[in-house]
């Protein structure tokens, strides 16, 4: 069984540009969530999807944004990108809504902003 | 506002010795908690979870933890450390929503 997987793995991009993220859950998995993990702030949680609408939303500003479709694959976009954006932004996917049970992460995208 | 402690960044045992992180947790009812670990360069994976009954709870690796209400505690244990255990660990908290609340993690590293 395929696990969860994000692409790309790495990117470097420079202040103002906009960059998009790709998870994959795992087949059968219907909830998707983002993290944004970093030395100074830890792991944030960014946003939570299922059944292709949000259910949940972190403290991030609106320039982060994400989406999920109808086969659970999800994207998350960050507009005018900002130094402090530079992060390893982790996917997570579980069978169902609410956390009583176990997030299956991703091995993340690690974003570099120049 | 539920949150969660992790007591020491940065935590030094030898291989054979006692592994003790520390989480402290606030919630204003029973939470659900959890361990995760992360190695190098690779995502989080599940170590163990406390939902509901048993309050000592056996993971994955011969890691445990004990669910203390009283001390608001879930700290993991591991009664001897091996060099594969060198990771960061979170703890984490949930009320049954949509998001985990992760500590700030403690990095362990194992010494021959």
């Known amino acids: 069984k395929a696990g969860v997987t994000q692409t790309p793995r790495y990117l470097i991009k420079t202040r103002g540009q906009q960059v998009t993220l790709s998870c994959s859950p795992i087949?059968?998995?219907?909830?998707v969530s983002w993290y944004q993990q970093t030395p100074g702030q830890g792991l944030q949680f960014l946003f939570e999807y299922f059944s292709e609408t949000q259910r949940n939303k972190g403290n991030f500003p609106g320039r982060f944004s994400g989406r999920q479709f109808s086969n659970s694959r999800s994207e998350m976009n960050v507009s005018t990108l900002e130094l402090g954006d530079s992060a390893l932004y982790l996917c997570?996917?579980?069978?169902?809504?609410?956390?009583?049970?176990?997030?299956?992460f991703g091995e993340g995208s690690r974003l570099t902003v120049l | 506002a539920q949150s969660v402690t992790q007591l020491g960044s940065h935590v030094s045992v030898s291989e054979g010795a006692l592994v003790l992180l520390r989480c402290n947790y606030s919630s204003s009812v029973p939470p659900y908690l959890f361990w995760y670990v992360q190695y190098p360069n690779q995502g989080l994976q599940l170590l163990l979870k406390?939902?509901?009954?048993?309050?000592l709870v056996k993971g994955i690796n011969g890691f445990e933890a004990e669910f203390k209400k009283s001390e608001t505690s879930f700290h993991l244990t591991k009664p001897s450390a091996h060099m594969s255990d060198a990771a960061e660990y979170f703890c984490a908290v949930s009320l049954n929503t949509d998001k985990l609340i992760f500590g700030t993690g403690t990095r362990l590293q194992v010494f021959p």
């Open positions: 406390y939902t509901t009954g048993a309050t």
């Open positions: 087949s059968g998995h219907r909830s």
């Open positions: 997570a996917s579980t069978r169902t809504s609410g956390n009583t049970g176990e997030l299956f």
